[in-house]
């Protein structure tokens, strides 16, 4: 009896089906808040007050607290501020990363032991949050785009991923390299790197994310309002309406015609918007990467 007859049987296809339909129910769960946040930043306030403050298929759209949004200087400041952490921070993350992580795949390289041990540690146990502060303090970085990149510039697991994914490619392709003359530099940037680009999708997927959604760091260290990220805005708003139409709200027109949570529901979608976009470009690298990289050896 074959594999692919077993498989057919009435059994196989009655649990394929419930399977899936577990699965369909927890994605729409998962969708829905996403949904919902969406539907109401565009939904007019008249139909919101119609339908009790819930609207699910709006019958008519508006983006009226979008113009609100951007006409404000506050929420395209922080979009730029957010940009510039996210990609420049993600880039130095990804350097940092890589030329830490490759040394340490090599076991000839002396002290290696001590470094992997030291770093291991810093995942068990920290300075605290008072000690960083003051570090980040006495380095100049307070009330700077920096002091949201700099503290935060190599995460101990993600190098380790990156150390083992670097261990786990054939040896043979570097030493052929330095048969024909390559030094470690060469062999790092021409070699190694170009093999390794589904654990460099997958950590710069990481750290992207990670900077994208840092408010932590905006709170601690930046008191100056140009210079918040789109997450401390947010986060403000949200705990606020008074903090949200201070932030948002210009005119008196636009504070009869729009309350303050049709514009966080707009505000939310902003955020959320750029991480839906690129996620579905990066997901077979984010996926074999962390396979490879997590796994196998």
């Given at each position: 009896?074959?594999?692919?007859?077993?498989?057919?049987?009435?059994?196989?296809?009655?649990?394929?089906?419930?399977?899936?339909?577990?699965?369909?129910?927890?994605?729409?769960?998962?969708?829905?808040?996403?949904?919902?946040?969406?539907?109401?930043?565009?939904?007019?306030?008249?139909?919101?007050?119609?339908?009790?403050?819930?609207?699910?298929?709006?019958?008519?759209?508006?983006?009226?607290?979008?113009?609100t949004l951007f006409d404000?200087?506050?929420?395209?400041?922080?979009?730029?501020?957010?940009?510039?952490?996210?990609?420049?921070?993600?880039?130095?993350?990804?350097?940092?990363?890589?030329?830490?992580?490759?040394?340490?795949?090599?076991?000839?390289?002396?002290?290696?032991?001590?470094?992997?041990?030291?770093?291991?540690?810093?995942?068990?146990?920290?300075?605290?949050?008072?000690?960083?502060?003051?570090?980040?303090?006495?380095?100049?970085?307070?009330?700077?785009?920096?002091?949201?990149?700099?503290?935060?510039?190599?995460?101990?697991?993600?190098?380790?991923?990156?150390?083992?994914?670097?261990?786990?490619?054939?040896?043979?392709?570097?030493?052929?390299?330095r048969v024909d003359g390559?030094?470690?530099?060469?062999?790092?940037?021409?070699?190694?790197?170009?093999?390794?680009?589904?654990?460099?999708?997958?950590?710069?997927?990481?750290?992207?994310?990670?900077?994208?959604?840092?408010?932590?760091?905006?709170?601690?260290?930046?008191?100056?309002?140009?210079?918040?990220?789109?997450?401390?805005?947010?986060?403000?708003?949200?705990?606020?309406?008074?903090?949200?139409?201070?932030?948002?709200?210009?005119?008196?027109?636009?504070?009869?015609?729009?309350?303050?949570?049709?514009?966080?529901m707009a505000a939310v979608?902003?955020?959320?918007?750029?991480?839906?976009?690129?996620?579905?470009?990066?997901?077979?690298?984010?996926?074999?990467?962390?396979?490879?990289?997590?796994?196998?050896?």
């Amino acid at each position: 009896m074959s594999a692919l007859h077993l498989y057919n049987k009435p059994s196989d296809r009655i649990a394929d089906a419930v399977i899936y339909t577990i699965l369909g129910l927890f994605g729409l769960l998962t969708l829905f808040p996403l949904y919902y946040v969406f539907v109401m930043s565009v939904t007019p306030y008249s139909e919101v007050i119609a339908n009790g403050g819930f609207v699910l298929l709006p019958k008519a759209l508006t983006l009226e607290a979008y113009r609100t949004l951007f006409d404000s200087p506050v929420i395209p400041q922080a979009l730029r501020v957010t940009i510039i952490v996210t990609v420049l921070g993600t880039a130095l993350n990804l350097a940092v990363t890589t030329l830490l992580a490759y040394p340490l795949s090599k076991t000839f390289i002396p002290g290696r032991n001590f470094i992997l041990m030291a770093i291991v540690f810093t995942m068990l146990f920290s300075g605290g949050l008072i000690p960083l502060y003051l570090v980040v303090q006495a380095t100049g970085l307070l009330n700077s785009i920096w002091a949201l990149i700099i503290p935060s510039l190599v995460s101990s697991f993600n190098m380790l991923i990156m150390k083992t994914y670097f261990q786990n490619l054939p040896q043979e392709v570097e030493e052929a390299a330095r048969v024909d003359g390559c030094g470690e530099v060469r062999t790092l940037v021409s070699i190694v790197l170009p093999l390794s680009m589904p654990i460099m999708a997958t950590l710069g997927l990481f750290y992207a994310v990670g900077h994208w959604n840092n408010y932590f760091s905006g709170i601690m260290y930046i008191s100056d309002r140009t210079l918040y990220p789109m997450q401390v805005v947010l986060r403000n708003m949200i705990q606020s309406p008074a903090v949200s139409q201070d932030l948002m709200i210009q005119n008196m027109s636009a504070i009869q015609q729009l309350p303050p949570e049709t514009i966080k529901m707009a505000a939310v979608s902003v955020a959320i918007l750029p991480i839906l976009v690129v996620y579905p470009f990066l997901q077979r690298y984010f996926v074999k990467g962390m396979m490879i990289g997590a796994i196998k050896g």
